[in-house]
């Protein structure tokens, strides 16, 4: 079965620094490939997705994630994170219907 | 209108009531899910709605029954729900097909006493 590893639990970061989130994926075929974020008390919203084609994926507010064939990845980075980025941050792997969600690295940003 | 709506926000109930949560959505999607999100924990699929028929059910006790009455509404049917069923249920819905993005609610924080 697909399967994705979050690598980091939780990630401390200050205001204006860099952030990358990790996130390795386990597949033989296809993958389908998803950022949700998920801000306090609230549901999820999708950040960005890699289907196909071009390896690095924009998505909404700064992030981008590169799909690394190779080191079976899909890493998501911000290069400036604010402290209304502070949330938890799902990546998932999807076949036919399913999500299967990792189990999230939560992110703190520090003024 | 990209909201999907899920009503309600809170929900307090004993073991022995019966209660239905609610989602809607008018995106026109024909994929519609329920999930099941503990406290640090990522969501769990539950169910899954395709063209308002019922196609994926991942083992989820009886208590919880699910309906689909037209293509913009998904309910949560409860009963006699025990403490450890208290959780953050969230409805997604999305298009068909299998790289589609799924739309999430805001969630209905349940606490069974």
């Known amino acids: 079965a697909q399967s994705v590893t979050q690598l980091d639990s939780q990630v401390p970061v200050f205001e204006e620094a860099p952030v990358e989130l990790r996130c390795n994926y386990s597949s033989s075929v296809s993958v389908y490939l998803f950022w949700y974020v998920q801000y306090p008390n609230q549901g999820l919203q999708l950040l960005l997705k890699y289907l196909s084609g071009s390896t690095l994926v924009k998505g909404i507010n700064g992030f981008e994630a590169e799909f690394n064939k190779s080191q079976t990845s899909f890493h998501l980075r911000k290069p400036s994170v604010h402290i209304s980025d502070t949330a938890e941050y799902f990546c998932?792997?999807?076949?036919?219907?399913?999500?299967?969600f990792g189990a999230g690295t939560t992110v703190t940003v520090r003024a | 209108d990209t909201e999907v709506t899920q009503t309600p926000k809170h929900l307090v109930m004993g073991m022995t009531n019966k209660k239905s949560l609610k989602c809607e959505q008018h995106m026109g999607h024909r994929a519609m899910y329920w999930y099941k999100q503990k406290a640090k924990k990522p969501p769990e699929l539950m169910f899954v709605y395709s063209y308002e028929k019922l196609s994926i059910n991942e083992s989820v006790p009886s208590r919880f029954s699910p309906e689909c009455p037209n293509s913009s509404l998904l309910n949560l049917h409860l009963h006699a729900l025990q403490p450890e069923d208290s959780a953050l249920y969230l409805c997604a819905s999305s298009p068909p097909g299998p790289t589609a993005s799924q739309y999430f609610g805001p969630g209905t924080r349940l606490l069974v006493l």
């Open positions: 998932a792997v999807t076949v036919d219907y399913k999500l299967s």
